[in-house]
């Protein structure tokens, strides 16, 4: 299972961005994927997921500014920013979850910095 993020860069506050993840070699539309972030010197964070029936689940730091979404025609999940504020400074990681076995499997990562 190979999962490659992309859509990570610089941007000034209040801008937008919107990352990318995509999956292979696994079949992807049964399976739960979200999106988790580490900033410099703290934990890895949940900041969004979407299950196989499109629920979705924000963290409350990003309610009402990202958007989590899937095209299981593409096996691919995006992750819509919008409004975004320095504190969103990160790596941001894809996640998926195997249904079958509960196995995480993670991206490399992108880095996204918003500058002030």
């Known amino acids: 299972v190979q999962l490659v993020e992309s859509g990570g860069g610089l941007v000034q506050a209040g801008r937008s961005l919107k990352l990318s993840c995509l999956a292979s070699?696994?079949?992807?539309?049964?399976?739960?994927v979200g999106w988790y972030r580490q900033a410099p010197g703290k934990q890895r964070e949940l900041v969004a997921t979407?299950?196989?029936?499109?629920?979705?689940n924000y963290a409350d730091s990003v309610k009402g500014r990202f958007t989590i979404s899937r095209d299981n025609a593409k096996n691919t999940v995006y992750l819509q920013m919008s409004s975004l504020k320095p504190e969103d400074t990160a790596v941001y990681f894809c996640?998926?979850?195997?249904?079958?076995?509960?196995?995480?499997?993670w991206g490399q990562g992108t880095q996204v910095t918003v500058s002030s």
């Open positions: 996640n998926l979850v195997s249904r079958g076995t509960g196995y995480r499997y």
């Open positions: 070699g696994i079949i992807f539309s049964i399976n739960s």
């Open positions: 979407i299950t196989s029936g499109y629920s979705t």
